[in-house]
């Protein structure tokens, strides 16, 4: 869980959020710094610590054997610990908002597929989820609960070693560890695999971004929870929200690069701010 003393927000905090969404059509965008709060670590956040590995960059992972070995090594490793983690507070928060029609739908630049586990039905998954892998030479679309058993199978022993975890599901490793892990091929064409998901350096897939503007067209007001917003991919979104002159609302620990169009912005634990945004919002439907 996200070890970060934070102070609770405030009742008037509470209350200009409410006030800031109520009566609109609420389209959410969402980061790492909502699954924080179920174990999952990030890039940048608060208590976020420098590590051996970086995030494997799309040029890398195609262009080099090496760099795909070392990417499922690593991945084979954090796989288990990943699919551990649950949906917390926020996520069932916003699943709740969607099921009493203040939420029109969620756009995530997460890959973990909590929000779905939580209940939330209208989503966009901006960036992919790691629960699925693609062949980059036939495009078959296959499981990670599949894969991971084939590389056990190939690597005997492999999850028996100490690495701690990091973001999207990867462990902490150095090249010298992994030169000898064997990685499993596309099993109709025996094509490279690659997990599902945007990789740093390549692009969001145009159905998926087409997806997220047709959610857009469905609101009127934004809500940003836990993103820093680096990320062109998930920015665009608000410079388009602030273009439509919609209410902008972040709640986010740490500063954004969205932070000059919000109408509100929250310094807080999305497990905190949400539920009691849920509670404002239905309370005063009654």
Not at 39 to 55: F, N, Q, V
Request: glycine share 10%.
């Amino acid at each position: 869980m996200l070890d970060l003393d934070v102070p609770p927000a405030d009742i008037a905090a509470i209350d200009a959020l409410a006030d800031c969404l109520r009566n609109r059509r609420i389209i959410v965008l969402t980061g790492a710094g909502c699954s924080t709060e179920s174990g999952i670590p990030d890039y940048r956040g608060p208590g976020t610590k420098r590590r051996s590995s970086g995030p494997m960059r799309y040029q890398e992972f195609v262009g080099s054997a090496d760099a795909r070995r070392h990417y499922w090594a690593r991945s084979a490793i954090g796989w288990p610990e990943f699919t551990k983690a649950q949906p917390n507070d926020g996520h069932r928060a916003l699943a709740s908002l969607e099921s009493v029609g203040h939420v029109r739908g969620l756009i995530t630049q997460n890959v973990d597929r909590l929000h779905r586990d939580a209940g939330s039905t209208n989503v966009v998954e901006l960036h992919g989820a790691l629960a699925d892998v693609i062949c980059l030479d036939c495009g078959k679309i296959s499981g990670r609960h599949t894969l991971q058993e084939r590389m056990l199978s190939q690597n005997p022993g492999w999850t028996k070693q100490a690495a701690e975890l990091i973001p999207d599901g990867d462990a902490d490793l150095p090249r010298h560890a992994t030169q000898h892990f064997e990685v499993p091929a596309c099993t109709a064409c025996g094509g490279v695999l690659k997990p599902d998901v945007v990789f740093f350096g390549e692009d969001v897939p145009a159905a998926r971004t087409e997806a997220a503007w047709d959610l857009m067209d469905a609101g009127d007001a934004l809500l940003v929870a836990g993103s820093s917003l680096t990320v062109y991919s998930g920015y665009r979104f608000v410079r388009e929200a602030a273009a439509r002159d919609w209410p902008i609302v972040i709640v986010n620990l740490g500063s954004t690069r969205g932070d000059e169009h919000a109408t509100l912005r929250l310094e807080a634990r999305l497990g905190d701010v949400l539920p009691r945004l849920v509670r404002a919002l239905t309370t005063a439907a009654v």
